[in-house]
């Protein structure tokens, strides 16, 4: 068993920021790359940040200079600090891992529960 437990979401006004946290906690052999996607209503699930245990960062193009990934691996945890947060931010975030649970089994994704973050005046 496996949960993600993401915390930090809420309600702020444009130009504001955010800090998400999500901790990985069950029986975890290995953590490969983490990440966080968002779903806004009525559109696809798509990535926003991912990152990899050896700290390659990606970000999709609409958060680039705005948003920072950051992880702590001793602790299995994902951060995104989300800055100049604009309406179009507006969406249910989901953190994502790619864990290994034991040797005998493949890597798999797992994800949270989900966030609300609403950007709103």
């Known amino acids: 068993q496996v949960q993600l437990v993401e915390s930090g979401g809420g309600l702020v006004q444009p130009g504001g920021s955010l800090r998400l946290s999500c901790a990985a906690s069950?029986?975890?052999?290995?953590?490969?790359?983490m990440g966080w996607y968002r779903q806004a209503p009525g559109e696809q699930r798509e990535l926003v940040a991912s990152?990899?245990?050896?700290?390659?960062?990606n970000y999709a193009d609409s958060v680039k200079g705005r948003f920072t990934i950051s992880r702590d691996n001793a602790k299995n945890t994902v951060y995104l600090q989300m800055n100049s947060l604009k309406p179009e931010d507006t969406a249910v975030y989901y953190c994502n891992a790619n864990i290994r649970i034991s040797t005998t089994m493949k890597r798999s994704d797992y994800w949270g529960q989900g966030t609300q973050v609403t950007v709103s005046s």
């Open positions: 069950g029986s975890i052999l290995t953590t490969y790359a």
């Open positions: 990152l990899t245990s050896g700290g390659r960062a």
